[in-house]
């Protein structure tokens, strides 16, 4: 089974620009979430779809938002991008219908503004 | 207010002895933990989930516990090696709100 893929890899965007991130979950998983990782920081939870609608966000600005497809594929946009914005972003995709979610992450994209 | 915490200093431990990582937690109560790892610029990877009603798991070099009147974790990796040094993180699983409460990992050194 193919793993969780992330598009682009690498970003470089500048202030006040805003960009969109692409995951494409493992076939099967419903469940995708989207994390912010900055160096010293555990994972801070952005949002988390489930069938194309979003069960949970977590406590970021509105410049962040998400959605996911019918193919279960998601994006997050960033509209106005911060210097604070710079960071690696994570999707993980699983199951999650009900027990335990394990989460299978993707390699990430690294964003930097400049 | 709930916070959870994990060795914030990286540990640095002698190769072929045992590693032991912290995770600590208030204010939440887990129906799961999990641990994962994760390499320098990857994503994390899933290594072991434990149940609010178990006390220990284990997986090959790996052993996790679980104390839920000390809101504590612990993480063991025997006869650890070089290739095991990596950031290692835990995550409650509240199983109620589609959402893992993350700590900030701790960095594993494993010397030669």
């Known amino acids: 089974k193919a793993g969780v893929t992330q598009t682009p890899r690498y970003l470089i965007k500048t202030r006040g620009q805003q960009v969109t991130l692409s995951c494409s979950p493992i076939?099967?998983?419903?469940?995708v979430s989207w994390y912010q990782q900055t160096p010293g920081q555990g994972l801070q939870f952005l949002f988390e779809y489930f069938s194309e609608t979003q069960r949970n966000k977590g406590n970021f600005p509105g410049r962040f938002s998400g959605r996911q497809f019918s193919n279960s594929r998601s994006e997050m946009n960033v509209s106005t991008l911060e210097l604070g914005d710079s960071a690696l972003y994570l999707c993980?995709?699983?199951?999650?219908?009900?027990?335990?979610?394990?989460?299978?992450f993707g390699p990430g994209t690294r964003l930097t503004v400049l | 207010s709930q916070k959870i915490e994990q060795n914030s200093e990286a540990l640095n431990i002698q190769e072929g002895k045992t590693a032991t990582l912290t995770c600590n937690y208030t204010?939440?109560?887990?129906?799961?933990l999990q641990w994962y790892r994760q390499d320098p610029g990857r994503g994390p990877v899933f290594l072991l989930l434990?149940?609010?009603n178990e006390k220990e798991k284990r997986k090959e070099r790996l052993k996790v516990t679980f104390d839920t009147t000390l809101k504590q974790s612990l993480f063991h990796i025997t006869a650890s090696q070089p290739a095991d040094s990596a950031t290692y993180l835990c995550?409650?699983?509240?199983?109620?709100?589609?959402?893992?409460?993350w700590g900030a990992g701790t960095k594993l050194i494993i010397k030669p």
């Open positions: 204010n939440y109560s887990p129906a799961y």
């Open positions: 993980a995709s699983s199951f999650r219908l009900a027990g335990a979610d394990t989460q299978y």
């Open positions: 995550a409650l699983d509240m199983d109620s709100n589609y959402q893992l409460i």
């Open positions: 076939s099967g998983h419903r469940s």
């Open positions: 434990i149940r609010e």
